[in-house]
């Protein structure tokens, strides 16, 4: 076996002189990734109360779409926004392509987190609010929202670390994020793999902190649940 020469692997100067640059895009991968969580919960949310709703004219449309962004990468998404919808006169930054595909993307994910954990809570504890004389939005706000949002702490949490991830697709619209950073120091220096390292650890790091806060949350909730 050949020996492997360690320096071609990866450069730890270059990876130390080039950090401020990458993280100069951190920013952007934040911005990216909870900017469109947010939005992402309140599409979501309302897409599976449409999902669950006993009116065709509702559910239809809203499987319809979430089967749609299920199915397609979300860099095609970004592709369609960015590239192809300026040809009929609709153009975005790639910033707001970037926030409106990863949005619209991850709502159809949330939408069926919300709707499986709506399904999780007890159906004998509709029927008792109805026994109680609670209206439909009465007894989603006081008694099946409460517990349904602790159900869906740890897969919403799992959402967000793929968000946190995908960002970096953003690279291919130009957006100036931590990947695009380290791929244009790598171009530059003619050490792509130190960089992709680099990176990689920046995305390691962004996400453990993000689960420490899931272990939080999900202690902080767990006696409800």
Same mark, same amino acid.
Request: proline fraction near 4%.
């Given at each position: 076996?050949?020996?492997? /020469? ?26 990216? !990734? ?23 004219? =509702? ?25 192809? =919808? ?6 975005? !930054? ?23 954990? =709506? ?7 509709? /029927?008792? !609010? ?36 995908? !960002? ?26 130190? =960089? ?30």
């Amino acid at each position: 076996m050949r020996d492997i /020469e360690w320096g071609l692997l990866f450069d730890p100067q270059l990876a130390i002189d080039s950090l401020p640059y990458v993280l100069g895009g951190i920013g952007y991968t934040l911005l990216i !990734s909870v900017a469109s969580m947010v939005f992402g919960l309140l599409i979501g949310f309302f897409l599976s109360l449409a999902r669950t709703a006993p009116y065709k004219v =509702l559910e239809w449309p809203a499987r319809l779409y979430i089967s749609f962004m299920r199915g397609v990468p979300i860099l095609v998404i970004l592709f369609l926004l960015y590239f192809a =919808l300026p040809v009929i006169g609709v153009e975005f !930054s790639a910033l707001q392509a970037a926030l409106i595909g990863f949005t619209i993307n991850s709502a159809a994910y949330i939408a069926e987190v919300f709707r499986s954990s =709506l399904a999780s809570v007890d159906k004998g504890q509709w /029927e008792s !609010s109805r026994a109680l004389g609670m209206s439909y939005w009465q007894t989603m706000r006081r008694i099946i929202l409460p517990q349904s949002v602790r159900i869906a702490i740890p897969p919403l949490s799992n959402v967000y670390l793929d968000l946190i991830k995908a !960002s970096s697709l953003a690279a291919m619209i130009t957006v100036p994020e931590v990947f695009q950073k380290a791929r244009i120091v790598g171009a530059r220096e003619y050490d792509l793999l130190t =960089l992709l390292i680099l990176v990689s650890l920046i995305y390691w790091a962004v996400c453990s902190l993000m689960t420490v806060l899931q272990n939080y949350l999900e202690k902080r909730f767990e006696e409800y649940l």
